[in-house]
Nanobody, 126 residues
Framework: QVQPVESGGGLVQAGAYLRLACAAS????????MGWFRQAPGKEREFVAG????????YYADSVKGRFTISRDNAKNTVYLQMNSLKPEDPAVYYC???????????????????WGQGTQVTVSS
């Protein structure tokens, strides 16, 4: 199993960028599909971006498409979320999630993920 640990959150101005990282301890990181989710106060947790275990396939929520990029470095057991052009509606706690799978696609539903990090706070000032 893996234990995701997020980092990179913080306070930035609207229009700025942040890069989140999720380091996943444990072996066989390349066997895990990874995803980023976020939860704003008073709202349900929502899917942001996902990446297949090989890194070949990615998928984004419409709200972040064209601004956010998910990537992974299997040699470093790390998945990244590059967030550009941050908007006032992006603030949330961002969570990294993992699921071991033999499939090569992206997992969209949070119910499909088995392992979750503690989250990292992203705040955007207007």
């Amino acid at each position: 199993q893996v234990q995701p640990v997020e980092s990179g959150g913080g306070l930035v101005q609207a229009g700025a960028y942040l890069r989140l990282a999720c380091a996943a301890s444990g072996s066989t990181f390349s066997s895990y599909a990874m995803g980023w989710f976020r939860q704003a106060p008073g709202k349900e947790r929502e899917f942001v971006a996902g990446i297949s275990r090989t890194g070949v396939s990615t998928y984004y929520a419409d709200s972040v498409k064209g601004r956010f990029t998910i990537s992974r470095d299997n040699a470093k057991n790390t998945v990244y979320l590059q967030m550009n052009s941050l908007k006032p509606e992006d603030p949330a706690v961002y969570y990294c999630a993992a699921r071991i799978t033999r499939a090569t696609g992206v997992l969209l539903s949070q119910m499909r993920y088995d392992y979750w990090g503690q989250g990292t706070q992203v705040t955007v000032s207007s």
